[in-house]
């Protein structure tokens, strides 16, 4: 029986699975259309849900 992952886990697996999925399509040049800041936000949120993912790991 898989282990289910903690929500916060989820949650940073998910943002970064999109992060890279739009970064990498648009570096191809199919989602040419799209604003830089938005890349840059999803870049963000990734590294916000990295840390908070993180400290809750430490957490008891």
């Not at 259309?33 to 908070?52: A, D, H, K, N």
């Amino acid at each position: 029986m898989p282990k289910s992952l903690k929500p916060t886990s989820q949650l940073f697996l998910i943002t970064l699975a999109v992060t890279i999925a739009i970064w990498v399509l648009r570096g191809v040049g199919i989602l040419t259309f799209l604003p830089g800041g938005i890349l840059w936000l999803l870049i963000l949120m990734s590294i916000g849900t990295g840390v908070v993912n993180g400290l809750m790991g430490t957490r008891r």
